[in-house]
């Protein structure tokens, strides 16, 4: 039988992605059972102290046992963090060195959400991509730039090592788990019973574009804010550039080192970001919309709202605004 961690950190205020996985997993060990198999997996919930309180002393959770008694494990899955995360870390260094040292020995680590700051502390995410809430994406930049942050991903899968994108959506990554843990059949019973889509694969849709602004480069910083102040303009990054009396190559390198993004990139985000906007909040057709925000060709427009969203602008606002499909 194979050995499933929930890790239960010091000093937390987010309990559902603890019981969502355990009520999964236990669900997958059952209908494994029902069909003369064995238990895959046995779970346990571990931490470093006998009990950990949620929301001022509301929920108590008691692991079943302390890590030190853990030798060794196949899956360790990190729930999701509260939001002082480096307290956080510093709390919980001997959970973090523990998981560094199975993860060395074999054992496979799967952070949700937020978790990915603890999963990152360790430094086995140096080099790696990883995904976590598309709200926290500038803190974890800076907190870890060695880390290839892409939080358009819901979920990624790289050398034994998972991550995924924010809230909620850690219930399409334990269906993920559950597929390549047990089965596709495993996984689509699981799917059902508990209701979650099946294969979703990015957050794209649901993330709120406001820039990094957690740089100290004030040009990039002004550049940013002429960029946001001109939505309806179609800008030239050379005049741009020359504008802040800087070279068209030093202007793209100091902005992708500021904010990740190109130029062009920038600019495009915040247009759509506008778009979206605008599809949620107006009866406004496509077309009035693409030209509100600079575009004046249908197909390009389409193009990128739908790299950078992961649907078009029509399944957006079907999505978003009811009284605009009526």
Not at 18 to 37: C, H, P, Q
């Amino acid at each position: 039988m194979k050995h499933l961690t929930i890790l239960v950190p010091d000093g937390q205020n987010n309990l559902s992605s603890i019981v969502g996985t355990y009520k999964i997993f236990t669900r997958a060990n059952e209908y494994w059972k029902k069909s003369d198999r064995k238990e895959l997996f046995k779970i346990e919930l571990a931490g470093i102290s006998k009990k950990v309180e949620f929301y001022e002393g509301l929920f108590t959770v008691k692991p079943h046992v302390n890590i030190s008694a853990i030798t060794k494990t196949n899956l360790i899955i990190i729930p999701s963090l509260n939001y002082n995360y480096q307290k956080t870390v510093k709390e919980n260094k001997l959970l973090i060195d523990w998981m560094e040292k199975q993860y060395k020995n074999g054992t496979e680590i799967a952070s949700i959400c937020t978790g990915a700051f603890m999963l990152a502390s360790s430094g086995l995410l140096d080099g790696k991509t990883c995904s976590t809430h598309w709200a926290v994406a500038d803190n974890f930049r800076s907190m870890f730039p060695n880390v290839h942050l892409q939080t358009d991903k819901l979920i990624t899968d790289e050398n034994g090592i998972y991550t995924n994108g924010g809230a909620y959506s850690f219930l399409n990554l334990v269906i993920y788990l559950i597929e390549k843990y047990y089965d596709r059949q495993t996984a689509i019973f699981c799917s059902k019973v508990f209701q979650i889509e099946m294969d979703r694969q990015s957050q794209s849709a649901f993330i709120i574009f406001k820039g990094q602004k957690l740089h100290g480069d004030e040009m990039v910083r002004q550049a940013q804010a002429y960029i946001e102040s001109r939505v309806d303009e179609k800008i030239s990054v050379e005049d741009l550039s020359s504008k802040f009396s800087v070279g068209r190559r030093n202007f793209d390198r100091r902005f992708i080192r500021a904010t990740g993004n190109t130029p062009v990139e920038y600019a495009q985000r915040v247009k759509i970001e506008a778009a979206k906007k605008a599809f949620e909040t107006s009866r406004k057709t496509i077309n009035e919309v693409m030209y509100d925000v600079g575009y004046s060709d249908v197909k390009a427009f389409r193009e990128v709202f739908r790299r950078i969203t992961g649907i078009s602008p029509l399944e957006y606002r079907s999505k978003y605004n009811k009284e605009a499909v009526v």
